[in-house]
């Protein structure tokens, strides 16, 4: 935990400052009259996105390491130095929250949430498809950053998440001696569940960032359950360099913070907030290809920008929005030829290394039919009536909970659309919404729309529970008053009945890896280490003059086996070119 604690706080410190630094900047760009106010996990968040683009574009040139840190850590000190005045000014809410007594719950419930997170961190199991190519694809960056046509040797290569060179660029492996640390996932979790607790203190307390209460906090209260509820649910996995949580994560938090800056903030300010949020959202392409439909967030601030006539604004918007895929798009022409795999309807170059159109149509149906459960044992078919009902019994108890929840909230919303309030609001269900029938009819698995299912019941509920609360505020008629307090009332139990699934996927995860788990924490070599990547059984196989490798069983080679590949007929089917392995993988056969 020691190792995973120092790599959190270098984490912590670069994304701070970057993204202190830039925030109030980009969005004075934006909007020249905003005076919006940054808390400190927008500072996080943003820092965070902004290394996933340093890093995605430093991978062009070389690999992510120790040089890329060193330009990192340089960066961080000029922004200090710049902004030296504003950065050392004490931070007036940390000073409340440690004299008010009443935010000693903060401390008490963040203190635990912060333990879990880095014990688990530190020591828990992997995802398996982190054995079959996250490991593989960050070990690639670190050593070359990106090579043409390396989806040749291993085609889940080219799904090419934006978050594989952030997890390069915070391993660290040039400082541990060899150990490529994988603690960024949990590093999300840890600032999410820490800013939900946050949040609810400061809701309680009455007040907004500022001190100034200007609205209610109802509706982002309900949501922060979602952030501690998906925690629960990856827990055990959470060492991961798994590019669904940041994904999930992220997209828990553009939403509740779109609607905190619809709570909180003066009409003045919102602008730059719903902006940068907007631009934020664009990082969710790179990290995740199904989460980019959450991207339709930009579309209000947009509106917004045109009728207000800030062509300034809608060019910087657009700029950094562009910046925020720029180079996951470059690395996708590099690695397989296509700018967005597995879609083969954008077919924009013609290079040397690019795939076979078949490649990436098989790839697409091949990802749709194992979310919808259509390959286990020969259930389901193409039809929606075919593959639902096998789908639906594939899923875990909890999964099933997850989903009835959400199903049950569609009514509910529905209806909200009847009720001429907060518009901005219904346009955030509508996007969650579009979400959700865009993973259901793509590829519906469970881990891809957490984000969604878990944020669309808890912002239904927190909007009924909002509309309740201002109905019996305004007003003395008894009928409507006992209709606010039945409305209430429903909606609290509906709160606590969503939070079931995750104390029982918790419990039931922990009881079934309970033994593994005894045994990993029992050793206690995970109090100062951070667990390795298992060492893959594997053969070595000699390729054009170069060591490679090639799993014994199954399809995981996971780190230390590298350079490797799932299938034999990789290698067999392709060659290094004659300049190097490090000038790309040329196609010579027929590749599976």
Not at 291 to 310: E, S
Not at 370 to 385: D, I, L, T
Not at 519 to 533: A, E, L, M, N, T
Not at 561 to 576: V, W
Request: proline share 4%; hydrophobic share 50%; charged share 15%.
């Amino acid at each position: 935990m020691v190792v995973t604690l120092l790599n959190w706080i270098y984490i912590f410190a670069t994304a701070y400052i970057l993204g202190f630094y830039c925030l109030p900047r980009v969005a004075a760009l934006i909007d020249k009259e905003s005076r919006l106010r940054f808390n400190w996990c927008d500072n996080i968040v943003a820092g965070i996105v902004i290394a996933t683009v340093y890093a995605g574009f430093f991978s062009l040139i070389g690999g992510v390491g120790i040089v890329a840190n060193v330009l990192l850590v340089i960066c961080c000190v000029l922004f200090m130095v710049l902004d030296r005045k504003r950065i050392t000014k004490p931070y007036a809410p940390a000073r409340r929250m440690l004299k008010n007594p009443v935010n000693i719950l903060l401390i008490v419930i963040g203190a635990g949430l912060f333990v879990l997170n880095l014990m688990f961190t530190a020591e828990s199991t992997f995802h398996y498809d982190t054995g079959l190519y996250h490991a593989q694809a960050i070990h690639w960056i670190e050593d070359y950053g990106v090579i043409k046509g390396l989806g040749f040797i291993h085609v889940r290569l080219a799904y090419n998440s934006a978050y594989f060179p952030l997890c390069a660029l915070y391993s660290m492996r040039d400082v541990t001696g060899g150990q490529s640390l994988h603690s960024v996932s949990g590093f999300i979790s840890v600032v999410m569940c820490l800013y939900s607790v946050y949040g609810w203190i400061k809701a309680a307390a009455g007040r907004t960032e500022a001190g100034e209460g200007s609205g209610s906090h109802i509706i982002s209260s309900c949501i922060r359950l979602a952030s501690i509820i998906y925690f629960a649910v990856c827990i055990l996995e959470i060492t991961s360099p798994e590019s669904d949580y940041i994904t999930v994560n992220l997209i828990i938090w553009i939403l509740l913070r779109s609607v905190e800056v619809y709570e909180e903030e003066e009409d003045g300010n919102k602008l730059a907030g719903y902006c940068l949020l907007a631009i934020c959202s664009f990082a969710l392409v790179g990290y995740k290809l199904s989460a980019a439909v959450i991207a339709m967030i930009t579309i209000w601030p947009l509106v917004i920008l045109i009728k207000k006539k800030n062509l300034k604004g809608i060019i910087v918007s657009g700029i950094l929005c562009v910046l925020m895929v720029l180079p996951y798009l470059i690395r996708n022409v590099i690695i397989c030829g296509w700018l967005v795999y597995p879609v083969d309807s954008i077919d924009l170059f013609n290079v040397p290394w690019k795939f076979d159109k078949d490649v990436l149509t098989r790839d697409a149906g091949e990802i749709g039919d194992w979310a919808k459960s259509m390959n286990v044992n020969g259930k389901g078919g193409s039809s929606w009536f075919g593959w639902i009902p096998a789908w639906w019994q594939e899923q875990f108890l909890a999964t099933r909970m997850f989903i009835s929840s959400m199903l049950m909230s569609i009514p509910v919303m529905v209806i909200s659309f009847f009720d001429r309030k907060k518009w901005f609001i219904k346009f955030l269900m509508a996007v969650i919404s579009v979400s959700l029938i865009f993973y259901l009819i793509k590829a519906p698995l469970i881990r891809y729309c957490y984000g969604p299912v878990l944020v669309l019941p808890l912002m239904v509920m927190g909007y009924a529970l909002d509309r309740s609360v201002s109905i019996m505020n305004k007003t003395r008629d008894g009928g409507r008053r006992y209709l606010g307090v039945t409305v209430m009332a429903l909606v609290l139990a509906a709160v606590i009945t969503i939070c079931i699934p995750s104390v029982y996927s918790m419990k039931e995860l922990i009881k079934f890896d309970y033994e593994e788990a005894e045994g990993r924490f029992s050793h206690r070599d995970y109090i100062v280490k951070q667990v390795d990547y298992p060492i893959a059984d594997v053969r070595e196989v000699d390729w054009y003059g170069y060591k490679v490798y090639l799993p014994n069983d199954l399809d995981q080679c996971w780190y230390y086996a590298f350079p490797s590949s799932p299938y034999h007929e990789c290698f067999d089917g392709n060659r290094p070119s004659p300049e190097g392995l490090e000038k790309g993988v040329e196609h010579i056969g027929h590749n599976e």
